[in-house]
């Protein structure tokens, strides 16, 4: 689970990242994957690794395509100064945070002054021909300043909870920031209203789609980002646009869309977030209930090299639950995960799959489990646990008492203080306790039931 105090990124690929992995319900929770809202299964780690990713594509979109003119030249500014890249980012290496800070300001200013520059530009020569070009990069320096401000924010609201969960000050005097970008999106709105024919209108379209999403107008924001694969088929920001698509669908169940726009991002093999759409395209496999397809996707996230991102790793914990979708899934995962990792790790995640089969009261499987596990591993110190799992399942069902009767007798029998299994476990008192109890809570069952 994610910490309260993990800074919200502003970026959108870490935004619409964080929000949608929230469909991805962790097995071990027991929730109802079909509902909206679920719990992230997204790890800080992860997180972190995805802000990274997101970072770089946002510096990789801020950079201005025209072409160099001087500093007040056809097309004003030609660079934003909004990003620690080059040599700030060479000495930013070795800065003390105060430092960094400074640095940032400085940036700032520098943005400030630059916008100050475009708006005496655009205002000077209202029928300019690259008067387009000039509104794009006011809106883009617009926005990276509003950006750092609210990063600034967001991590004095980080201190505050820090304070608060220390007890120096009471939580609700830490209020949390939102971003405000409204004034870049207006410019943006204008470069998308008065031209048309501008050379750079799909990355206008994606900027203000990723706006309207952000601020609740999904539907607006989709509409838009429609526009753009349709209209610019050629964009390099066709595999952004349809996952943003697809995680807007996919957060209001609409799988059989999401599932096609995820499909769409998996054309763009070299990009970003691939294994994050192959990932999120197993889930709505899941959800809409093809589990053997879910199955087989997540797979070839486990297979996929690059691990920057984690999703391997959640990938096969999630196997845990598609397998204990399907008939006999749980001897489907046993050899699959021994096929990847060792017994440990495989009886580790088999053992997650018995209890979230008895989570969902399934527990003909869960005691098919433990059942092998009491045959595998019989000295195990936690076999009266898997034994007490057997019985409550047995008492569950009232028409083969006898079946209970036959358990309880066995798993007395196995326990005795004479067997093997108490001699392995002498030492052990929480076995040892577990055993007593289990023992005789069956026998006065037992003796009640019978007489």
């Not at 203000?208 to 989709?222: D, E, H, P, Q, T």
């Not at 169940?253 to 499909?263: Q, R, S």
């Amino acid at each position: 689970m994610m910490n309260r105090q993990t800074i919200t990124a502003a970026l959108f690929g870490v935004a619409f990242l964080g929000a949608s992995l929230s469909g991805a319900t962790a097995f071990g929770q027991g929730a109802d994957i079909s509902k909206k809202k679920r719990k992230s299964g997204v790890t800080d780690a992860q997180r972190a690794a995805a802000e990274k990713r997101a970072k770089e594509l946002e510096a990789r979109l801020n950079v201005d395509k025209t072409k160099e003119k001087s500093e007040l030249g056809e097309t004003g500014p030609t660079k934003a100064e909004g990003t620690l890249d080059g040599d700030n980012a060479q000495s930013a290496a070795t800065m003390t945070p105060e430092q960094i800070e400074e640095l940032r300001r400085t940036i700032e200013q520098k943005n400030r002054d630059q916008i100050r520059k475009l708006d005496k530009l655009i205002n000077g020569d209202p029928y300019a021909t690259t008067r387009d070009a000039w509104m794009f990069q006011k809106a883009e320096l617009l926005w990276e300043l509003r950006n750092w401000e609210y990063l600034r924010t967001r991590a004095d609201y980080n201190k505050c909870l820090g304070a608060a969960d220390v007890g120096d000050i009471d939580e609700s005097k830490c209020v949390e920031p939102q971003p405000n970008y409204s004034e870049a999106y207006k410019v943006y709105e204008q470069v998308l209203q008065q031209y048309p024919k501008y050379d750079r209108l799909d990355e206008v379209l994606y900027r203000l789609a990723v706006g309207y999403i952000k601020s609740g107008n999904g539907a607006k924001g989709v509409a838009m980002l429609g526009q753009l694969v349709k209209n610019y088929p050629n964009s390099r920001y066709k595999p952004e646009a349809h996952l943003a698509i697809a995680e807007q669908y996919f957060e209001n169940n609409l799988f059989t869309i999401a599932k096609a726009n995820y499909d769409e991002v998996l054309k763009f093999s070299d990009y970003s977030f691939y294994d994050y759409a192959l990932y999120k395209l197993a889930w709505t496999h899941y959800n809409m209930q093809e589990y053997r397809l879910a199955i087989d996707t997540f797979k070839s996230v486990v297979e996929q090299k690059d691990d920057t991102l984690g999703f391997q790793k959640q990938a096969i914990n999630d196997l845990v639950v598609a397998f204990a979708a399907v008939e006999d899934g749980w001897k489907e995962a046993r050899t699959y995960f021994l096929s990847k990792r060792d017994k440990e790790f495989t009886y580790k995640k088999i053992g997650q799959m018995a209890g979230y089969l008895e989570n969902k009261g399934e527990d003909d499987a869960a005691v098919e489990i433990y059942e092998w596990f009491i045959t595998e591993r019989p000295n195990n110190d936690r076999i009266p646990q898997w034994m007490e799992s057997i019985v409550i399942a047995k008492k569950k069902d009232v028409n083969d008492l006898e079946g209970l009767e036959v358990a309880m007798n066995r798993f007395t029998a196995y326990l005795d203080p004479a067997g093997t299994w108490a001699t392995e476990n002498k030492d052990n008192v929480r076995a040892i306790g577990n055993a007593d109890l289990l023992v005789e809570s069956s026998l006065a069952y037992l003796s009640q039931f019978y007489h």
